[in-house]
């Protein structure tokens, strides 16, 4: 059996072609992409909001404000100014979090100081700002619009505005929250484990604000190729099938008429190609994360569970092709086209087939759920961006059952040994 | 015990009888032939008999067992040599081999010793690194071969082995199938080629459209035709037997008369009368089965007799006739063939 897998793996890996589309099409369409994207987020990124703020009694005591802008402008909060327990440690929930979503560094504000309102309104009319923060007497941050800019209808400066107007209001919020708690249940505050949860809050906010839409588009694209190529892998099974069953090639026929049953050689045959599959895979998906640092929203391991589970769906799919009896020329040519448009459901087109796809989900799901190549590519999506497992789950388990119904296909199909003609 | 068994087989595809109530025995030891023209169903006849194909009909037994796809404990005692060639092309000679013989034998160190046999036994121990597509015509044949036998099985079916094989390798195939029955195989030896399977088979099947149409040994088969030898006789200066023309003689015959030819010719005997005398005579002698003149070529084919030919070639001197060149032999498969089936086998 170890050498049947053995030379499956030799006569796999030696086939040029199958190699071709299998390691290399999908590498060149995620460099494709990366060098597409890559000019598409530095047209999109956001430089650091220049704004003015006011640094004067007010906003030292405004509990967790200075921190807050500290973090925001990307620069270490100042150990001791105005370290609470609670903010310390939204600083360092924040690191944690978007660390992942490689916005470490990335500043949002670029804040010039400055000491009193006066001198902020002088500065804004001197100068290329966007407005200027101002703390009351209450601790409640006032964000002052340069009226140039807020009659605006330049779209990214309206879209700069409300990410520093959701970021101050996220803080009022969330100060009025404790401030009420302070009254209400003055005991809870002091546990510094209820502190840390409020604290991690806007945290997400930021995370939010910062990495919303650009990255996310270019996610789709990667994830899709990843979905892509997962399925791609059907060529493994589809040639490991060609020289395996009898009414396909005459190496099928030989093989089938030595002494060894069915079960017996398929198992190590598709085993191979699974494996093969599953290397392959790894590879677009290690050059995917780690060369152009796509996040996976830091689930790596799943990721690869995702992985070993498409390409067994694949590897079966293509073994079932494989077995099919139908001119075996044309078949590779076959599952390049099965796996090119299922991938348009998965968004791999472009924003049109984004569309496309994501209508399909909404409104036809059951065709979502038949298309193998959406499911993995909702297993990586949901993955990313779900915090917990469930929607995960559901894709695994979809595709579990894919696997199973090939699975059983193509042991229907393969243990027929003797046929009406060759 | 017969190592193969078949008896009234029948397989159609759709309206298609490839296999005609065909029935066979075969017993230890023999290389039986299987000889038939193209589409006669040889390999149709293999393809059942290795469940490979259903059949409408008829009952198979290998090595005195019902034989069925499942049956690997006999699929393991058999060897086969596709009529295709069926080797990896990814795969070196060497690993070719082994891979075949690991859907026989387990053991990696006593499969080592077979694969280095199987070279060894076709003479690939040069290109054992070798992938399929650098080498030859004839020895990816042998490989094909190497790939069926090195298993050492107890029986070995070769169908059509050497199609499309130069004269050299050719002999080579012949003589190791001849080496391998002698080391204890039974053979099976399908074939189109009647030399081939005269030269090597013990007893032999002559079979068309699916039907066994005679089985014995060589010289069984020859006796039915009853035939003993034939002769072809190139003549000299003779036209059609009263053919008006007397040009297609001469014609036939460029460069034999030599300088007699003009005299020959205007002669007072017409030439269309004396070819009409020499064919008179030759059917006149004892042992003459039948004598037929084509253009300058007369062939003869004789029952029994030990010294027909001088016979012959007495009875065309004695009527003046010269003669060029003279062939004899024995009678050949195609004899048979031509006898049962009214059509010629040709190679
Ligand atoms: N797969 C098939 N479908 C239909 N007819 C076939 C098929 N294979 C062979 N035949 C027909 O069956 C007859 C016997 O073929 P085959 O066994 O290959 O002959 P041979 O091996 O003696 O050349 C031929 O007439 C051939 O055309
Ligand atoms: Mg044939």
């Known amino acids: ?422 | 015990m017969d190592i193969i068994e078949v008896k009234d087989l029948v397989k159609r595809y759709r309206e298609l009888v490839a296999v005609d109530n065909f029935s066979l025995a075969i017993k230890p030891g023999e290389i039986f032939g299987l000889l038939g023209p193209n589409g006669s169903g040889k390999t149709t006849v293999i393809n059942c008999i290795l469940q490979l194909l259903t059949y409408d009909r008829g009952e198979i037994c290998l090595f005195g067992e019902p034989m069925s796809p499942s049956r690997y404990d006999l699929k393991r005692r058999i060897g086969i040599v596709p009529q295709n060639i069926a080797v990896f092309s990814q795969l070196n000679v060497a690993e070719n081999i082994d891979y075949f013989c690991s859907l026989y034998v387990d053991d990696r160190a006593r499969r080592r010793a077979l694969v280095d046999e199987a070279i060894e036994f076709v003479g690939l121990e040069d290109y054992r690194r070798f992938r399929p597509r650098k080498l030859s015509g004839g020895l990816i044949r042998r490989l094909n071969i190497a790939c069926g036998i090195v298993h050492q099985p107890e029986l070995i079916i070769f169908d059509e082995p050497t199609v499309a094989v130069d004269p050299q390798s050719r002999n080579a195939i012949l003589e190791g199938i001849q080496r391998l029955n002698e080391r204890g195989s039974t053979v099976i030896y399908t074939s189109h080629y009647m030399q081939e399977v005269e030269q090597i088979c013990t007893r032999i099947m002559i079979m068309d459209h699916g039907q066994a149409l005679a089985t014995g040994t060589n010289s069984e088969l020859k006796a039915l035709v009853g035939i003993n030898e034939r002769m072809e006789i190139e003549l000299a200066e003779l036209g059609e037997p009263g053919g008006a023309d007397g040009s297609g003689g001469p014609d036939g015959t460029a460069g034999l008369g030599g300088p007699d030819r003009a005299g020959e010719a205007d002669g007072f005997m017409r030439p269309g009368d004396k070819s009409a005398a020499a064919l008179r005579l030759v059917r006149a002698l004892p042992h003459v089965a039948t004598a037929q003149l084509e253009g300058s070529l007369l062939r003869v084919t004789c029952s029994a007799g030990a010294h027909n030919l001088s016979d012959i070639l007495g009875a065309l001197q004695k009527a003046g006739i010269l003669y060029g060149r003279v062939f004899s032999e024995p009678p050949t498969l195609n004899d048979v063939f031509l006898e049962i089936t009214g059509k010629e086998l040709r190679d």
């Open chain 1, 1 to 422: 059996m170890f050498t049947t897998f053995l030379y499956t793996v030799k006569v796999l890996v030696r086939d040029r072609n199958v190699l071709m589309w299998a390691v290399a099409f999908p590498l060149i369409l995620a460099t494709l992409f990366y060098s597409m994207f890559n000019n598409l987020d530095t047209t999109y990124e956001l430089d650091p909001l220049p704004v003015i703020i006011v640094q004067d009694s007010n906003y030292d005591q405004a509990p967790g404000f200075s921190p807050l802008i500290n973090d925001l402008a990307g620069t270490d909060s100042p150990a001791g100014t105005d370290g609470t327990a609670g903010t310390d440690s939204t600083a360092g929930t924040n690191g944690a979090n978007s660390g992942e979503n490689s916005t470490a560094g990335q500043a949002l504000l670029a804040p010039t100081f400055v000491a009193d309102p006066e001198a902020a309104q002088a500065a804004l009319a001197a100068g290329d700002y966007l407005g200027y923060i101002v703390v009351d007497d209450q601790g409640r941050p006032n964000y002052y619009m340069d009226s140039r800019r807020a009659s605006s209808i330049d779209t990214l400066a309206a879209v700069k505005q409300s990410i520093i107007l959701n970021a101050l209001d996220r803080y009022l919020q969330d100060s009025q929250l404790l401030a009420g708690l302070a009254q209400t249940d003055p005991q809870l505050l002091s546990d510094a484990s209820t502190l840390s949860t409020l604290s991690a809050q806007p945290g997400l906010v930021q995370r939010g604000a910062i990495t919303a839409n650009p990255p996310s588009d270019a996610l789709r694209y990667f994830y899709a190729v990843l979905a892509f190529s997962c399925i791609m892998m059907m060529s493994f099974g589809l040639s490991a099938i060609d020289f395996w069953k009898a009414n396909v090639s005459a190496l099928g026929a030989r093989r089938s008429l030595g002494g060894r049953s069915w079960a017996w050689s398929l198992a190590p045959t598709l085993l191979a190609a699974w494996l093969l599959s599953l290397i392959c895979v790894i590879v677009g998906f290690l050059y995917i994360r780690y060369v152009f640092g796509i996040s996976f929203g830091g689930k790596e391991p799943a990721c690869l569970a995702v992985l070993a589970l498409s390409t067994l769906v694949a590897t079966l799919l293509g073994a079932v092709l494989g077995a099919m009896p139908f001119p075996g020329g044309g078949k590779a040519g076959i599952t390049a086209v099965i796996a090119c448009v299922l991938s348009v459901f998965a968004g791999l087109y472009g924003p049109a087939s984004q569309q496309l796809g994501d209508y399909v989900a909404n409104n036809l799901p059951a065709l979502s759920t038949i298309n193998p190549v959406r499911q993995i590519y909702d297993a990586f999506f949901s993955l990313y961006y779900y915090d917990g497992y469930e929607r995960f789950a559901q894709v695994i388990l979809t595709l579990a059952v894919m696997a199973a119904i090939f699975f059983v296909l193509a042991v229907l199909l393969m243990r027929k040994q003797r046929y009406k003609s060759l």
